[in-house]
């Protein structure tokens, strides 16, 4: 019998203590639970939760024993506190006694009676004085409670102000719900609607895209034969927004440059009904791998890919219909299914805007006259999206904004640009300007 529990604690300390990923660690565990029979739901759970509020854990449990004494508890004894503490603050259905009970006897089982009882003093301490307060400062108070840096709360007080930062907050600490977009190119929204509704699955039609659905029944969803048929993918609607304000067109000539994993350039390809032509570049072969298999799952024989870096690939030819620029970033639109990004600190801001800017130039230069350039993030940070393109523009006089609003919902659109708030829009954050290049003299 697989101790689920442990095997967070075991999964936890890997993301923090070497700033990885959680989804293949999680898969890898995943294929040992199903082949011994058991739920692999409570592991998601605690480990995407507890990564996700790690510092609110981490301040609450700093309340039941000496502050500089926690302080300089190792992460693991932590990670341990901090499973029980989710449990109890988080989770309604597990009983107390669960919750606690399997934290000290990890602790006892990894290092001993004396620190399983120092864990048990403090979850006891807990329990008996839940009230927690927090710091007047408004930036820590957010930061501490709804479990983020204080740099990026500090700069998305600045953009939208208490309120909307709160919601902001609570919006990416809410578990995600299942977002699939139909194969076109397979089927259509209404068969694929009443297909599922013929196994008692319920997909909800989004206001976002005629594409996009929502499902509270992700494990059902995922498990369907549907999806390993082709006839959808799993895709947010804000990612979709970014191809259909592309508008990429049937027998076109098209490039996807940083293309893995490759949900935006299918997409372009079902868009095309499978014609024309789409060249998909990325220089990690793994994920051109990952995007091989859903080409082939989703029957497509429009994209040809390569697994090369995006600034060496060529030659650099002005010989494309459109290009989509989906470039490297910070990823502050999608804390709520990568909430690891938040505590990453192995970014460095000044490399990754030069890397974007260095994209944009690259890009241009596949472009055709009279020809279309998106360029896309997943993040809210306005030095990588509004910045990036307004001097892009100051220095390519031959490249002019196209109004977003002209094929999305204007709903979505800021000043010209696509602009996803995940506080207003309850998708990810996402930022697309479409760039046209100066037809020939």
């Not at 959808?232 to 609607?237: A, L, M, R, V």
């Not at 990453?344 to 890009?363: I, S, Y």
């Not at 309850?426 to 003299?441: I, P, R, T, V, W």
């Given at each position: 019998?697989?101790?689920?529990?442990?095997?967070?604690?075991?999964?936890?300390?890997?993301?923090?203590?070497?700033?990885?990923?959680?989804?293949?660690?999680?898969?890898?565990?995943?294929?040992?639970?199903?082949?011994?029979?058991?739920?692999?739901?409570?592991?998601?759970?605690?480990?995407?939760?507890?990564?996700?509020?790690?510092?609110?854990?981490?301040?609450?449990?700093?309340?039941?024993?000496?502050?500089?004494?926690?302080?300089?508890?190792?992460?693991?004894?932590?990670?341990?506190?901090?499973?029980?503490?989710?449990?109890?603050?988080?989770?309604?259905?597990?009983p107390?006694?669960?919750?606690?009970?399997?934290?000290?006897?990890?602790?006892?089982?990894?290092?001993?009676?004396?620190?399983?009882?120092?864990?048990?003093?403090?979850?006891?301490?807990?329990?008996r004085?839940?009230?927690?307060?927090?710091?007047?400062?408004?930036?820590?108070?957010?930061?501490?409670?709804?479990?983020?840096?204080?740099?990026?709360?500090?700069?998305?007080?600045?953009?939208?102000?208490?309120?909307?930062?709160?919601?902001?907050?609570?919006?990416?600490?809410?578990?995600?719900?299942?977002s699939?977009?139909v194969?076109?190119?397979?089927?259509?929204?209404?068969?694929?609607?009443?297909?599922?509704?013929r196994?008692?699955?319920?997909?909800?039609?989004?206001?976002?895209?005629?594409?996009?659905?929502?499902s509270?029944?992700?494990?059902?969803?995922?498990?369907?034969?549907?999806?390993?048929?082709?006839?959808?993918?799993?895709?947010?609607?804000?990612?979709?927004?970014?191809?259909?304000?592309?508008?990429?067109?049937?027998?076109?000539?098209?490039?996807?440059?940083?293309?893995?994993?490759?949900?935006?350039?299918?997409?372009?390809?079902?868009?095309?009904?499978?014609?024309?032509?789409?060249?998909?570049?990325?220089?990690f072969?793994?994920?051109?791998?990952?995007m091989?298999?859903?080409?082939?799952?989703?029957?497509?024989?429009?994209?040809?890919?390569?697994?090369?870096?995006?600034?060496?690939?060529?030659?650099?030819?002005a010989?494309?219909?459109?290009?989509?620029?989906?470039?490297?970033?910070?990823?502050?639109?999608?804390?709520?299914?990568?909430?690891?990004?938040?505590?990453?600190?192995?970014?460095?801001?000044?490399?990754?805007?030069?890397?974007?800017?260095?994209?944009?130039?690259?890009?241009?230069?596949?472009?055709?006259?009279?020809?279309?350039?998106?360029?896309?993030?997943?993040?809210?940070?306005?030095?990588?999206?509004?910045?990036?393109?307004?001097?892009?523009?100051?220095?390519?006089?031959?490249?002019?904004?196209?109004?977003?609003k002209?094929?999305?919902?204007?709903?979505y659109?800021?000043?010209?640009?696509?602009?996803?708030?995940?506080?207003?829009?309850?998708?990810?954050?996402?930022?697309?300007?479409?760039?046209?290049?100066?037809?020939?003299?």
């Open positions: 019998m697989i101790n689920i529990r442990y095997e967070a604690f075991k999964i936890i300390y890997k993301i923090l203590k070497k700033n990885i990923f959680s989804d293949k660690l999680l898969d890898d565990m995943q294929k040992q639970i199903k082949e011994a029979g058991e739920d692999s739901a409570l592991l998601y759970t605690l480990v995407k939760g507890v990564v996700k509020m790690k510092k609110n854990l981490d301040y609450i449990a700093s309340q039941y024993t000496y502050s500089q004494k926690f302080e300089n508890t190792s992460l693991k004894i932590k990670i341990v506190i901090y499973l029980a503490i989710y449990q109890l603050e988080y989770l309604n259905g597990i107390q006694h669960a919750a606690v009970n399997e934290s000290v006897n990890i602790a006892k089982k990894v290092f001993g009676l004396k620190v399983a009882n120092f864990v048990n003093a403090i979850l006891r301490s807990y329990i004085n839940p009230e927690i307060t927090y710091p007047e400062n408004i930036v820590d108070k957010i930061a501490m409670e709804y479990s983020f840096p204080e740099n990026i709360i500090e700069v998305w007080l600045s953009y939208w102000g208490e309120e909307n930062t709160i919601a902001l907050c609570k919006y990416y600490n809410e578990t995600p719900k299942l699939l977009r194969n076109t190119f397979a089927t259509d929204p209404d068969l694929l609607v009443d297909y599922f509704s196994r008692n699955i319920k997909i909800e039609k989004s206001n976002v895209s005629e594409n996009i659905f929502f509270n029944q992700a494990k059902d969803v995922l498990s369907d034969v549907a999806l390993s048929e082709g006839y959808f993918s799993i895709q947010d609607g804000a990612a979709a927004l970014v191809v259909e304000l592309l508008d990429p067109q049937i027998k076109e000539n098209n490039l996807d440059l940083f293309a893995a994993p490759g949900g935006k350039g299918t997409y372009m390809a079902e868009l095309m009904i499978n014609t024309g032509r789409i060249t998909a570049v990325d220089k072969p793994n994920k051109i791998k990952k091989k298999r859903a080409v082939e799952r989703l029957q497509l024989s429009n994209v040809k890919l390569y697994a090369e870096d995006a600034f060496t690939f060529g030659p650099q030819v010989d494309y219909d459109r290009v989509l620029l989906d470039v490297p970033c910070s990823g502050w639109g999608v804390f709520q299914k990568k909430s690891e990004l938040r505590w990453q600190e192995n970014q460095d801001m000044g490399q990754l805007l030069k890397l974007q800017r260095k994209a944009l130039v690259t890009g241009a230069k596949f472009v055709k006259p009279g020809g279309i350039m998106v360029y896309s993030t997943c993040t809210l940070n306005r030095a990588e999206n509004e910045e990036q393109v307004e001097k892009f523009l100051a220095q390519n006089k031959d490249f002019c904004l196209i109004d977003a002209t094929k999305v919902k204007s709903y659109t800021e000043d010209g640009y696509l602009k996803i708030l995940p506080f207003r829009d309850k998708l990810d954050g996402a930022f697309a300007a479409k760039l046209k290049k100066a037809e020939l003299k």
